[in-house]
């Protein structure tokens, strides 16, 4: 079974609404890696599909 973007994201959402509910303060630091995250994995997208 081959997981993609696709399948992860969501249990990535979970774990960082529950994380937000615990520590309300990690809000800033778990959008911002979840963001970056998303870029890289858009950009390598991008690069294979050029490729």
């Known amino acids: ?3 993609t973007a696709a399948h992860i994201s969501p ?8 994380l937000i ?5 990690l809000l800033n ?3 911002a890696i979840y963001l ?3 870029g ?3 950009l390598n997208a ?4 050029i490729r």
Request: aromatic letters at 18%; hydrophobic letters at 75%; charged letters at 5%.
């Open 11 to 18: 249990f990535v959402a979970l774990l960082a609404g529950i």
């Open 21 to 25: 509910l615990i520590m309300p303060r």
């Open 29 to 31: 630091f778990i959008v």
């Open 36 to 38: 970056i995250i998303i």
């Open 46 to 49: 991008i690069y294979h599909f």
């Open 1 to 3: 079974m081959t997981f």
């Open 40 to 42: 890289l994995v858009g």
